[in-house]
């Protein structure tokens, strides 16, 4: 492979996974890695930069990581009322009338709600995701 050319892109993914093979080395210190940034002429500025970047982007990541958290909750605190609730009322359909005939109307259109609500739990990407996490944020820094 001598002779060969890498981008800087390549160069970062190669990195990348040469250190992930290593055997676990434990932890670093800052002026570890402010030595290592100088061996890669990695100037201590541009180290500081991508380190506040770092930081900021490993908050966001953990606000993310609560925000699902919050939105699971309330998926299953819904899905609970929606399961004794409904519980309740088939119950009373066949004790009223022998059979279920009102009740299944409000189960499937009930449940088509609890379904949608589902689907947007467990979807983590999209514009009406950020819209909710940042409604999310604003009313977090408000408490």
Known sequence: MSGSRYSQEDVQQILQRAIARQPRLGEFTRPQLQEMAAELGITSQELELAEREWE??????????????????????????????????????LLSGGGLS???FVLMGWG???????????????????????????????R
């Not at 609500?117 to 940042?134: L, P, S």
């Open 56 to 93: 900021a982007w490993q908050q966001l990541n953990s606000q993310h990581q609560e925000f699902q958290r919050y939105r699971r909750r309330q998926f299953y605190h819904l899905l609970g009322r929606y399961g004794i609730v409904n519980g309740f009322l088939v119950g009373l359909d």
């Open 102 to 104: 009102w009740s299944l």
């Open 112 to 142: 088509l709600a609890v379904s949608l609500k589902g689907w947007n739990t467990y979807h983590t990407e999209g514009e009406r995701y950020e819209k909710d996490f940042h409604k999310w944020q604003k009313k977090r820094l408000k």
